[in-house]
């Protein structure tokens, strides 16, 4: 595998469900993101994650869960959603260069939620 | 309030024409600049980008250029082919700002053969 992956693709729920997203980046980089993208709308991040900090969208509501238990991987749990959450969700990745870090960030191919 | 703005949702140019999509900002702070490209059930690729320190930036066929003033960015794809058709995202970040992009909504290039 190369770049960065997500599984599932496309995923269904009900609104009582739990699942989790999963993204794997094989690019050796320190920083990762989860981004949605609703229609007609720009890309929204969501969370950032890198070995020394976590920052997050005071926006993002709580039913929305991250976990990074590495530099590799990133997971989004989810549970009690809404049908306002069906959307296009995307991980990315990029490296940290010293204080300057210009973010030319990777994107996996996401994962079509849809909320019922 | 949109901090980057792609007022075109959409283009269509002619094969081997130039194309070119604009983007338009309001945090003054922002100053690196990057263009991403997404097909269909895809993730976006990033395609350029440029700092707040130059005016122009060009790759191949793909020039980026920066108007601090107007705080406007364009994009030029010169000559456009088919198989650039694509949604063209902007973004803009401020450096050291915990790596954290803003988006445009998006630009659907058209490239008829």
């Known amino acids: 595998e190369t770049g960065v992956t997500q599984t599932p693709r496309h995923l269904v729920m009900g609104m009582t469900n739990k699942k989790s997203l999963k993204c794997e980046q094989h690019l050796g980089h320190n920083a990762m993101y989860w981004y949605k993208q609703s229609a007609k709308k720009p890309l929204e991040l969501m969370f950032v994650?890198?070995?020394?900090?976590?920052?997050e969208n005071n926006s993002v509501p709580s039913r929305f869960s991250p976990e990074c238990p590495n530099s590799s991987h990133l997971f989004l749990h989810l549970h009690t959603l809404q049908p306002e959450d069906s959307a296009l969700y995307l991980c990315?990745?990029?490296?940290?260069?010293?204080?300057?870090?210009?973010?030319?960030?990777?994107f996996g191919p996401g994962t079509r939620l849809t909320v019922l | 309030d949109q901090q980057v703005k792609q007022n075109s949702p959409s283009l269509s140019v002619q094969e081997g024409r130039i194309s070119i999509l604009n983007c338009d900002y309001t945090?003054?702070?922002?100053?690196?600049f990057l263009w991403y490209k997404k097909y269909p059930a895809e993730g976006p690729t990033f395609l350029i980008s440029?700092?707040?320190?130059?005016d122009k930036n060009e790759d191949g066929r793909f020039t980026v250029f920066l108007n601090k003033s107007a705080k406007h960015l364009s994009l030029h794809i010169v000559p456009s082919q088919p198989g650039d058709s694509a949604v063209y995202f902007c973004?803009?970040?401020?450096?050291?700002?915990?790596?954290?992009?803003?988006f445009g909504s998006g630009t659907q290039l058209t490239v008829l053969p």
């Open positions: 990315a990745s990029s490296q940290k260069i010293g204080q300057s870090d210009y973010n030319e960030q990777f």
């Open positions: 994650y890198s070995l020394e900090e976590r920052v």
């Open positions: 945090n003054s702070m922002f100053d690196y």
């Open positions: 440029i700092s707040s320190i130059k």
């Open positions: 973004a803009a970040t401020v450096s050291g700002s915990a790596r954290q992009l803003t």
